[in-house]
């Protein structure tokens, strides 16, 4: 069973366009987070959810914006998508704040034309 | 967060010990070090974290020198499954709510 799992796998799209990518988790987890890797490799985070409480990485753009519906899903909407936001999405989930250990989805690749 | 300083890459022949270093001099008494890895085309993966005891797990054994500033860890048996990106990570416990600051790792090879 896929503990920390994103639809869709891949994503092409045109500059403009608004999209969703979803996550998923199984392990019972009550805190989630979305992470970029750019083209260089480097992993950031841009959210972190808790019930309630979000958290937003200062630098990522309000055209980004998490949703979660319930506990086991936090879904990251993108409008107005340009070139830059071309980048693999990783979805991660941890049992609070207090762990350092975070299960990753298999991510996203979002391709911007 | 103390600032993490890794080699860019390493190679270790398959059925070898991997010992991949890690610097962090800065590192403060509350803050623990984590190691993650990336496998090719796939998320990140927990491997082991510590204080200041070493550690082993099923996967891995982490050395911290007992001044703190520096760790290893430690594959026993590399096989060509382990080639990746490994990161070490250093932070309080409890400060999840920044997320993990992935620095950019060593990218170990593991050569038949």
């Known amino acids: 069973d896929t503990a920390v799992s994103q639809t869709p796998k891949y994503l092409v799209t045109q500059m403009g366009n608004d999209k969703s990518i979803k996550c998923e988790q199984n392990?019972?987890?009550?805190?989630m987070y979305w992470y970029k890797q750019d083209s260089k490799k480097f992993l950031k985070i841009m959210f972190s959810?808790?019930?309630?409480?979000?958290?937003i990485n200062e630098t990522v753009p309000n055209r980004f914006s998490p949703k979660s519906p319930d506990k086991a899903h936090l879904n990251l909407h993108i409008n107005s998508l340009e070139l830059g936001d071309s980048a693999v999405y990783f979805c991660?989930?941890?049992?609070?704040?207090?762990?350092?250990?975070?299960?990753f989805g298999p991510g996203t690749r979002l391709l911007v034309l | 967060d103390a600032k993490t300083t890794q080699p860019p890459s390493m190679d270790c022949a398959e059925g070898r010990a991997a010992n991949l270093p890690c610097n962090h001099s800065?590192?403060?008494?509350?803050?623990?070090v984590y190691w993650y890895r990336q496998i090719h085309s796939q998320g990140p993966q927990y491997i082991i974290h510590g204080l200041k005891n070493n550690e082993t797990n099923e996967m891995a054994s982490l050395i911290i020198t007992e001044d703190r500033k520096s760790s290893t860890l430690i594959l026993p048996h590399a096989t060509l499954r382990d080639t990746a990106v490994y990161y070490c990570i250093v932070r309080v416990a409890g400060g999840g709510a920044d997320g993990l600051t992935f620095g950019k790792g060593t990218h170990l090879i593991i050569q038949p």
């Open positions: 991660a989930s941890s049992q609070g704040w207090a762990t350092e250990t975070q299960y």
């Open positions: 800065t590192i403060s008494g509350n803050e623990y």
């Open positions: 392990l019972g987890h009550d805190t």
């Open positions: 959810y808790n019930n309630k409480e979000l958290i």
